[in-house]
């Protein structure tokens, strides 16, 4: 009985509507979670949040990246991570659930946003995470040096990558952030041919020594526009498991790295701040 209160209030919960940065931040209630909702800006879906349940990830690349925060340390361990972008908070939100006495940060330049997600949505009040509303290689530049076990790259401006966070010169920096050890993640869009995500991994490439890519297997063959998550690292990966999580995951996918991901990147090349371009335009038909 108390269950069908809960799903009758959710199903009467209405969507919350904000002007930000950004465009039009709405929060559509999520008819099946009680306290679920998801976060759309201009229509095109950035993030899936369960307030009830911060460890429930939604959405296929947040779990492929949940899976990467699972496997950087030792489980139990805190963590120290640094967002770039910040969406809904929804990866924050999870660290924190699955690693308590983490410190993390925020970095989102949507000021508005972020008022309107920490007022609707707010923040366990034991986590330890600070939110900075300035660009993200802005504030990548003011984390000190080796601070992060992990950075986390989710950031879109109308639904793109900005130009400026594809390049070597921003992953040098992302490299000095980390720690010995520490691994970068970065979700990527992208649809056939496929030339930005290959000039990402060639691009990686030149500042990590060890690579790995995961996506829906359908993305990877060029057949449909979709999100990629690309780990990198100093230190071997733990491919074989994240193989097996990714593999068991409700839309399951696939994980290439080594000899293999090198033939994906195709011979492409490496981006610089003076080639940088944003990610494609997704098609209409992504947002249907």
Not at 128 to 138: E, L, Q
Request: overall charge positive; aromatic content about 6%; glycine content about 8%.
């Amino acid at each position: 009985m108390a269950r069908n209160r809960q799903r009758d209030r959710a199903a009467s919960a209405a969507t919350v509507e904000e002007t930000v940065d950004g465009g039009l931040a709405q929060l559509i209630p999520d008819r099946e979670r009680p306290r679920g909702w998801t976060l759309l800006i201009d229509g095109a879906p950035q993030s899936h949040v369960d307030l009830d349940d911060p460890a429930h990830l939604s959405f296929e690349y947040q779990r492929r990246l949940g899976h990467i925060a699972d496997l950087v340390a030792p489980p139990n361990r805190p963590l120290q991570v640094v967002h770039l972008g910040g969406g809904a908070f929804t990866l924050a939100r999870y660290v924190a659930a699955t690693r308590p006495r983490s410190t993390q940060q925020i970095v989102e330049l949507d000021g508005r946003l972020v008022q309107f997600v920490r007022r609707e949505l707010p923040l366990d009040a034991g986590a330890r995470v600070r939110v900075r509303s300035t660009d993200a290689r802005d504030g990548l530049a003011k984390v000190q040096d080796g601070w992060a076990d992990l950075v986390i790259a989710d950031v879109f401006g109308g639904a793109r990558t900005p130009a400026h966070l594809t390049s070597t010169e921003f992953l040098a920096d992302v490299r000095r952030v980390l720690r010995p050890g520490g691994f970068y993640a970065a979700n990527l869009a992208d649809g056939p041919p496929l030339a930005h995500l290959r000039g990402q991994i060639a691009t990686a490439a030149t500042v990590f020594p060890e690579l790995a890519l995961t996506a829906d297997p359908t993305v990877l063959r060029g057949r449909r526009f979709g999100n990629a998550v690309l780990l990198a690292s100093d230190r071997e990966l733990p491919v074989a498991e994240l193989t097996r999580r990714v593999a068991t995951d409700p839309h399951p996918g696939r994980v290439e790295h080594g000899k293999a991901l090198a033939d994906f990147a195709g011979g492409a090349q490496p981006v610089t701040d003076a080639s940088a371009k944003p990610s494609p335009v997704p098609p209409a038909s992504v947002f249907r």
